[in-house]
């Protein structure tokens, strides 16, 4: 029996297993709550972040509703720039020919064509005087006479000619309108 109580008998290091066991408890607890505040203090910061991104979400809306309506205004810009290119370019050449032709008097084309190259011309006309023949050059910024023949027309002597132009204007933003150029301008920013 004597033995058998000596399994009940605590020495020095059993005793010190039972403070230890009684001195977890409390830093167990301890730490414990330390790790519930924590938690308790990030889920604060993650509900005042979620409320700070539910504040912003009007705006980024906004945002990207704009970058939207820009990209539609730049590709619509970009297909008016191709639509229109060739029909301004068009336009101001031949109000430049029309207005000089006018100006001239007495000279009538009778084929005008565009060039191998932009900004060129194959010209094509009848003069009734040789004298304003040379005038036609001057409305190009680079014109070269290839010939000049004298024909006969209703029994009047008149001169058929021949130009190429090589450089119709020297300052090709005439191309470009300013209203378009201001909008370019813009995008480009």
Do not use: C
């Amino acid at each position: 029996v004597k033995d058998r109580h000596k399994i009940f008998k605590l020495q020095w290091h059993g005793f010190l297993l039972l403070v230890f066991i009684m001195i977890s408890f409390p830093i167990l607890d301890f730490l414990r709550q330390q790790g519930d505040a924590t938690i308790s203090g990030l889920e604060n910061e993650i509900s005042i972040v979620d409320t700070q991104l539910e504040s912003f979400t009007p705006t980024v809306n906004n945002y990207n509703r704009i970058s939207s309506q820009l990209a539609q205004i730049q590709d619509k810009l970009d297909l008016l720039n191709t639509l229109s290119e060739n029909s301004i370019t068009w336009s101001v050449n031949l109000n430049l020919l029309n207005e000089g032709i006018d100006e001239i008097g007495s000279i009538w084309l009778t084929s005008v064509a565009p060039g191998e190259e932009p900004n060129t011309l194959e010209i094509q006309g009848i003069s009734r005087y040789r004298s304003r023949i040379p005038l036609v050059a001057e409305l190009f910024a680079d014109a070269t006479l290839l010939d000049v023949t004298s024909i006969d027309i209703r029994g009047a002597e008149v001169y058929s000619f021949n130009y190429t132009v090589n450089k119709i204007i020297e300052d090709e933003t005439l191309y470009t309108p300013k209203s378009v150029q201001g909008l370019q301008n813009l995008v480009e920013e």
